[in-house]
């Protein structure tokens, strides 16, 4: 077997390169990574990628890491079942999506959700074993980032964020009155993104928003999203979320 | 001729892609676009690219945006001088730098720029006008980052976005021992990336952080950078920065 795939549980990050494995019908070594346990930030993964992040994909002990590059990486290598258009305008439709997902949404809704699931995590362990929890985490970012999911992020902060998530709601479903899908009328690595990112559980998570009334086109996208046979198979990999911790998803409030 | 580049001064995102169309020997007609008189904001060009922002790249009519997405489809419609590796693993590599760049370098050397330079035009516009100016402005966080740069980016913000710039270099650096250029033994994308958002002015704009003792391998990768054709050609691009606001580049302190 030549394909290797660490991830945590079937969402966000985990999620957006786990869906387009399924959809291309490649066989994959899974390999769980617990987050509950800070493996991520374990010596032996860190090993794997120094960042200490999932998912990592390891093809023929190439280690590649960044959902978006190793999406790129799947189209390149397993062009079979194509979730990027072959022709240069089609692509970089799909790049410009995947850039604002990236850099406009996700930081968003992950901070919505770490200070619902990581700040419960994080409060639950005692000052001292924190300190040296911390101490592991590579990226400064990343470090700062649980730092202040123990204290809470501020009010600001988070409205700041629900503001970006709403914005995005609305770029999303201006687009899906121009297209089927959002880079075209091809189901694309950009769906995948939105999807993994904000789009599966933006409804879920902030009824306040009232996704459906106001984004009807993007909750019918949803329900194509979550039809598509890849994306169920995704979705049935292990989850392993303790029951008190689904927040992050908004199975739990 | 098909190909038009609307650009600015060849600095920051102007240059990135100015540098490969260089680099491939590609004709193009060059569209200057004045920021100085808000022209990235004016009706017209809004009707180009309706974020309001420069460079756009038209080719065949089709209007490609966001510097990333217009060097990677450069190299999907001009590959006969090659900026990005040919084998997926490759790749990947270079698309993780560009990634880095565009998320954690490219903002924050921004943020010194547009304070030292934005700050200067925005303070010398009167409230009124200045208000007017700001309704053109597409984007919401462009029209904030415009308004915080008339009053001035905070110095808590200022010294965040310098350790970012830090650990980027210190970033570099290793990398540079251990490749000749970023994303390996090729000059790539990632390059030019790193050289226009940051390597190029990063001496200049920032002598506190003693770039030439720390960051030895860096100088002389911007030197080798300095001394190729397509980059040369490209900074021989019309600079028409008014001399008193040279200042994002670090030429004027």
Chains 1, 2 share one sequence.
């Not at 949404?105 to 362990?125: L, T, Y």
């Amino acid at each position: 077997m030549t394909l290797k795939y660490y991830h945590a549980e079937p969402a966000a990050n985990s999620l957006k390169s786990m869906i387009p494995l399924k959809e291309k019908g490649l066989e994959f070594e899974s390999h769980y990574v617990d987050l509950h346990k800070f493996e991520q930030h374990s010596e032996w993964f860190v090993k794997l990628n120094p960042e200490g992040q999932v998912p990592v994909l390891i093809h023929n002990d190439q280690i590649i890491t960044q959902t978006s590059v190793i999406n790129e990486y799947l189209e390149d290598v397993f062009p079979e079942v194509p979730l990027r258009p072959y022709d240069p305008v089609g692509k970089a439709r799909v790049r410009a999506w995947n850039k604002f997902v990236d850099e406009h949404v996700m930081n968003h809704v992950s901070m919505h959700g770490w200070h619902r699931m990581v700040g419960v995590i994080a409060r639950s362990i005692d000052g001292g074993e924190f300190e040296s929890l911390l101490e592991r985490i590579p990226l400064p970012d990343q470090r700062k980032k649980w730092a202040t999911a123990r204290s809470g992020f501020s009010e600001a902060d988070l409205a700041n964020a629900t503001d970006k998530i709403i914005y995005a709601c609305a770029k999303v479903e201006t687009q899906l009155g121009e297209s089927l899908w959002l880079a075209g009328d091809m189901f694309t690595t950009a769906d995948i993104n939105f999807y993994a990112m904000c789009g599966m559980m933006v409804e879920r998570m902030f009824p306040e928003l009232e996704v459906a009334e106001k984004y009807p086109r993007l909750i019918d996208w949803r329900d194509r999203m979550n039809a598509r046979p890849g994306v169920k198979a995704a979705l049935e990999m292990p989850d392993h979320t303790a029951p008190g911790l689904r927040t992050f998803t908004g199975h739990v409030r």
